[in-house]
């Protein structure tokens, strides 16, 4: 089977979209918190700008075709979500500001929550 056939045509193209918006609004807010203020949160800087390299990749595994690879960054990312989202529920004092994924992704209105099992469901009903 082609690994590089459909995954960003139809209903892919609004996860491309929302991904390289995604992309963009973390990948900005992460920069300016780590440029003006790192040594507030450093964890939850380093976090969201992790999560905006996730994002990036993610939309650029999705625009290219590359199944593997978007599956594998989905993963990390729902992981990312659930993980962090728990953490920063559990032991609030260690994120001091919120990451993208602080809550399950609240301050993104829970999309970062719900992104990534979309995407998983689109990719893996392609196969």
Partial sequence: MNDR?????????ALLALYGLFALAAGSRAAVQIFTKFG????????????????????????RGARRLALWALGIELAGVLVIGTASLLAP??????????????????????????????????R
């Fill in 93 to 126: 004092s260690a994120f001091p500001h919120d990451t993208v994924w602080s809550g399950y992704g609240r301050g993104y209105l829970f999309i970062p929550l719900v992104l990534p099992v979309v995407g998983l469901y689109w990719l893996l009903r392609r």
């Fill in 40 to 63: 507030e949160a450093p964890l939850a800087y380093s976090l969201s700008a992790f999560a905006a390299a996730v994002y990036i990749l993610l939309t650029v595994a999705l625009a």
């Fill in 5 to 13: 056939v459909g995954i960003g045509t139809g209903p892919g193209r």
